[in-house]
């Protein structure tokens, strides 16, 4: 089993930043592509990013990229989401998940956190 915490969030500015950090117990993080998801009030939950097990390949969000990256570092158990330039449109709870590959829906994922609250006012 692989459990996630996700950590990070807060209240920023739009045109701001937060890093949100995603810490995983146990010894088979590194086995695992990492992905992000996040979920505003009264939407559905959706995919923000994804980082394979190597960190050599990662997928984004037409909406945030360029102005989101996700990086891992398996040596700490962790996996983040700098997130620059955010706009009022990107608040919603953060999820980070495990699947065994790149994917960008919810089902693919076999393990998620319990989510990070980011705020972004204007």
């Known amino acids: 089993q692989v459990q996630l915490v996700e950590s990070g969030g807060g209240l920023v500015q739009a045109g701001g930043s937060l890093r949100l950090s995603c810490a995983a117990s146990?010894?088979?993080?590194?086995?695992?592509?990492m992905g992000w998801f996040r979920q505003a009030p009264g939407k559905n939950r959706e995919f923000v990013a994804a980082?394979?097990?190597?960190?050599?390949?990662?997928t984004y969000a037409g909406s945030v990229k360029g102005r989101f990256t996700i990086s891992r570092d398996n040596a700490k158990n962790t996996v983040y989401l700098q997130m620059n330039s955010l706009k009022p449109e990107d608040t919603a709870v953060y999820y980070c998940a495990a699947s065994g590959s790149i994917a960008t829906m919810p089902y693919e994922y076999d393990y998620w956190g319990q989510g990070t609250q980011v705020t972004v006012f204007s």
């Open positions: 980082i394979s097990w190597s960190g050599g390949s990662t």
């Open positions: 146990g010894r088979t993080f590194s086995t695992y592509v």
